[in-house]
């Protein structure tokens, strides 16, 4: 089975920076998501890291640390339309079944004040 | 190209009832997956169609069960309704699986009185 920890909640200002931690046990670790999902919306993918290190793409970020089941989603100047929750999904391999499963953590929500 | 789309949006049902869930997905997307997704537990894994085929299973019990088509459209069936499967049900469609990116549809708001 899997274990995703993620903050509840979180709260940040307008223009500032936030970092939204992940950690994770696993027995097959095959990649990391990371999807926001706005209120009453579907998530929709924000980034992947199957490799130690920073994926940068625009305002967002994503690292992580395979040997310490560790992940971070950075967002930079941050906007209104950031208020959303986070959700980190790991992707597990099921070498037997010779498939994969993603099992997602509870999100974490954030709150961007003015 | 248009997008994983769910049918119906919102449904009502009362307790013992039994309901069906349709989920499109994207043109060329041979995977459905469907989550259940609550504010307690987050979302969580039901199951995943490729080709037709059953692929991965999460731990529900036997009430909820899913088949594929041939055009890939899917649908997902709960018998015995219970309150606590008051929830919103997502489908997300990828090309390979869930080891690749997943579009998710809209969500069926399920609410069991």
């Known amino acids: 089975g899997q274990n995703i920890d993620q903050p509840t909640e979180m709260t940040a200002t307008e223009g500032a920076i936030v970092q939204i931690n992940c950690t994770y046990q696993?027995?097959?670790?095959?990649?990391l998501f990371w999807y926001q999902q706005h209120a009453g919306e579907a998530p929709t993918f924000l980034s992947y890291?199957?490799?130690?290190g920073l994926e940068e793409k625009g305002r967002f970020s994503s690292f992580l640390s395979r040997s310490k089941g560790y992940s971070y989603l950075l967002l930079k100047e941050l906007q209104m339309k950031d208020s959303a929750s986070y959700l980190c999904a790991v992707r597990d391999h099921d070498s037997g079944a010779g498939s994969y499963q993603l099992t997602f953590g509870k999100g974490t929500k954030l709150s961007v004040i003015p | 190209k248009a997008g994983v789309t769910q049918t119906p949006r919102y449904l009502i049902k009362t307790r013992g009832q039994q309901v069906t869930l349709s989920c499109s997905p994207i043109?060329?997307?041979?995977?459905v997956s469907w989550y259940q997704q609550t504010p307690g537990q987050g979302l969580q894994f039901l199951f995943e169609y490729f080709s037709e085929t059953q692929r991965n299973k999460g731990n529900f019990p036997g009430r909820f069960s899913g088949r594929q088509f041939s055009n890939s459209r899917s649908e997902m069936n709960v018998s015995t309704l219970e309150l606590g499967d008051s929830a919103l049900y997502l489908c997300a469609s990828s090309r390979q699986g869930q080891g690749s990116e997943q579009f998710f549809g809209p969500g069926t708001r399920l609410t069991v009185l």
């Open positions: 043109s060329g997307h041979r995977s």
């Open positions: 696993t027995s097959g670790f095959n990649g």
């Open positions: 890291n199957v490799l130690d």
